[in-house]
């Protein structure tokens, strides 16, 4: 276990997880908000455990599984990773459909915050959404992000960034 909230234990994942993930990330309406939106598929799931496993070598964090304490069940993911190999940490979350609006997603989001800020010394994460996404843009501002600059992506579209910084004393 790397650390509990109030209605979440967050551990690193492990081999059994990969049938929570891909109920999660398998999911349409999940990945509609998720790089090019395609659900994946149980082999990229297998693919992305092992890209976790190198993540927690190398940077000594990366996704993370989130399970309800009442009922030990796996509700999603959670996670300070690099994609791309970009330098700064960013913040990524995803949780099973029926567990949405119940604030889950902002009690880990503040939780991992906290954790890669205390555990890893993080003075700047980012995170990024779709212009769509309301409800990750709520969480986001909630756990303190600010939005910058929005990227440009090859389609032409956009994708909204925020970045975390500690807050300074007033």
């Not at 949780?95 to 003075?123: C, D, K, T, V």
Request: charged share 25%.
């Amino acid at each position: 276990m790397m650390f509990e909230t109030k209605r979440l234990i967050v551990r690193r994942l492990a081999e059994d997880d990969l049938d929570a993930m891909f109920a999660v990330y398998g999911d349409a309406d999940t990945m509609r908000w998720v790089d090019d939106g395609v659900p994946l598929t149980l082999e990229l799931c297998e693919e992305w455990l092992a890209v976790t496993y190198s993540n927690y070598a190398t940077h000594g964090y990366g996704m993370s599984a989130l399970v309800l304490r009442e009922t030990g069940a796996v509700v999603g993911f959670c996670g300070l990773v690099h994609p791309g190999g970009q330098k700064l940490p960013e913040l990524k979350y995803a949780l099973l459909r029926e567990h949405w609006g119940r604030g889950l997603a902002g009690e880990a989001a503040n939780a991992m915050i906290a954790y890669g800020a205390m555990a890893f010394g993080m003075q700047r994460i980012l995170s990024t959404v779709a212009p769509a996404n309301a409800a990750s843009i709520r969480v986001l501002e909630k756990a303190g992000f600010r939005r910058t600059d929005p990227r440009r992506n090859d389609d032409g579209s956009e994708t909204l960034v925020f970045e975390w910084r500690p807050q300074q004393p007033a």
